[in-house]
């Protein structure tokens, strides 16, 4: 028999346009070379502009889809997105504390790249309460991080994640591309300080699903043992790719190519360095 891929879990909403949410994280992990296994813990109406409708899955279904499949496959990193409510949150950290050892990947979605609100403020607070503890690295935009930390909207971002850190998250990943300049600074933040701020080529236009997208693959890369430092980097040059080979398909945001390396155009190469 061939080796077993490792077995990545991912908790997220649906979204039907598979541009962000659980069908982004599968394509991800999949493309990283794991197998995606998913607790749905939402639903939503939405297209590449925006939002409409969010509707929350019982958490009691999310914690029986979780202890099925946790009871039958050897999972080997654990993602989380969109939550859907404080109770989803509070039973999924109730799960994760059964495996410590397993490395999990936090990516507080709080609204979608319109503005429209995924996290009221009790699933904020779940959050900050239940998860930051259980989280390997948390991978929040600029935006998240501030909100998170219950800092001010233009709050200096370090001190935001020292704050996140003693919360109990391991790592913090702070992603750029809500700031201004040229460049997309994201900066990998420990128990020590800042432990590395790459810097990438700012892409036009706008993208649905870049952060499911670097969250999905930086679990992917943990699953396989790599540590963090190395698999944040090479989570960050995944996500980067995939949104050079973006395309517009609707009438709202692009959607990143997380196949890109299966299509026949040559691959798009990284113009930047950290």
Same mark, same amino acid.
Request: glycine share 8%; aromatic share 2%.
């Given at each position: 028999m061939p080796a077993q891929p490792p077995i *990545?879990?991912?908790?997220?909403?649906?979204?039907?346009?598979?541009? =962000? +949410?659980?069908q982004a994280d599968l394509l991800a992990i999949a493309a990283l070379g794991c197998h995606p296994a998913c607790v749905p813990t939402a639903l939503t109406v939405q297209d590449?502009?925006?939002?409409?409708?969010?509707?929350?899955?019982?958490?009691d279904w999310?914690?029986?889809q979780a202890r099925c499949i946790l009871a039958d496959m050897p999972v080997a990193a654990f993602k989380l997105g969109v939550l859907g409510s404080a109770q989803n949150?509070?039973?999924i950290a109730a799960i994760l504390a059964a495996y410590r050892a397993v490395p999990v990947v936090l990516d507080p979605v709080l609204a979608s790249g319109r503005g429209d609100a995924l996290a009221d403020a009790a699933t904020v607070q779940a959050l900050r309460d239940s998860l930051l503890a259980r989280?390997? *690295?948390v991978t929040p935009n600029s935006v998240e991080a501030r909100a998170? =930390? +219950?800092?001010?909207?233009?709050?200096?971002?370090?001190?935001c994640a020292r704050r996140l850190v003693a919360l109990g998250a391991k790592y913090v990943l702070v992603t750029g591309t809500h700031e201004p300049g040229a460049e997309v600074v994201n900066t990998l933040y420990g128990a020590q300080g800042t432990i590395?701020?790459?810097?990438?080529?700012?892409?036009?236009g706008s993208y649905h699903g870049s952060g499911c997208t670097l969250a999905a693959a930086l679990a992917a890369l943990l699953a396989q043992g790599l540590p963090v430092e190395r698999a944040a980097r090479r989570a960050q040059d995944y996500t980067w790719q995939a949104l050079a080979a973006g395309f517009r398909p609707g009438r709202g945001q692009h959607l990143p190519d997380r196949l890109f390396a299966?299509?026949?155009?040559?691959?798009?190469?990284?113009?930047?360095?950290?």
């Open positions: *990545v879990l991912s908790f997220a909403a649906s979204d039907p346009t598979a541009g =962000a +949410g659980l590449t502009r925006g939002v409409e409708q969010i509707r929350a899955l019982e958490s999310v914690a029986r949150a509070a039973v989280a390997t *690295v998170l =930390a +219950g800092a001010a909207p233009d709050a200096a971002l370090a001190p590395a701020a790459d810097r990438w080529p700012r892409l036009p299966l299509r026949p155009q040559p691959r798009a190469r990284r113009r930047g360095a950290r």
